[in-house]
C-alpha cells in the first residue's frame, strides 16, 4: 500500500483506526497493534506480519482470549464480530477463524487463547509465518457467517483495492 492502512480515511474522513474503535466499542478492551503509532502494541517479533501482531496483542491483552480483526479488512462489521464470540466455546475452542461464502479462510480475523502463547513464539522462532498452519497445529474451528455478505471481507492491500473500498463505502 505504500503507507499504513490504519490512518486512510474512508469518504467521511475517518481513519480506519477510528472506524474499527467504533465497531468494536461494545469490546471492554480494543488493542491496536502497529509499530508507527503512539499507543500502539508493537510486535515483539518485528518484520513477522500478522502472526507477531496476534502475539504481541495477546501477550498484551487482559483477557484469556484475544478476538483479532486486520486493519486492511475495513467492511467487516462489529456485528459479525459478536458473531463469533458467541460461536466460539471458551470449554473446547482455542482457536476460531472464519470461512467466506467462496470457501476462502480470512485467518487473521481470529479468536485465540493465551493458551496457545508458546505456539505463536515457537513458530516465530522458527521463522514459520504461515498463519493457517498455526491454525492447523492449534487445532481451530473454522465458522462461516452465513448472515453476512462476502463483502466484508473485502481486503485492501494495493492503492486500486483502497479504490474499491471507496467506491463501496456508504
Do not use: W
Not at 18 to 47: I, M, Q, W
Not at 131 to 154: K, M, T, V
Amino acid at each position: 500500500m505504500g503507507r499504513d492502512k490504519v490512518l486512510l480515511a474512508d469518504k467521511a474522513g475517518r481513519t480506519l483506526l477510528t472506524h474499527f474503535k467504533e465497531e468494536l466499542s461494545p469490546f471492554d478492551e480494543v488493542l491496536v497493534s502497529s509499530n508507527v503509532l503512539e499507543d500502539a502494541v508493537p510486535d515483539l517479533f518485528p518484520g513477522c506480519g500478522p502472526m507477531a501482531g496476534i502475539h504481541a496483542a495477546l501477550r498484551r491483552c487482559r483477557n484469556e482470549y484475544l478476538f483479532c480483526l486486520p486493519c486492511d479488512m475495513p467492511l467487516f462489521p462489529g456485528t459479525a464480530a459478536l458473531h463469533m464470540l458467541e460461536a466460539f466455546d471458551v470449554e473446547k475452542d482455542r482457536a476460531l477463524t472464519v470461512r467466506s461464502g467462496d470457501g476462502r479462510i480470512h485467518p487473521v480475523c481470529c479468536i485465540v487463547s493465551k493458551s496457545l502463547l508458546s505456539l505463536l513464539e515457537k513458530k516465530l522462532r522458527d521463522g514459520d509465518l504461515r498463519l493457517q498452519a498455526f491454525f492447523r497445529e492449534a487445532g481451530a474451528r473454522i465458522i462461516d457467517l452465513p448472515d453476512f455478505p462476502d463483502d466484508i471481507f473485502l481486503n485492501m492491500n494495493t492503492p486500486e483495492d483502497y479504490e474499491i473500498f471507496l467506491q463501496r463505502d456508504p
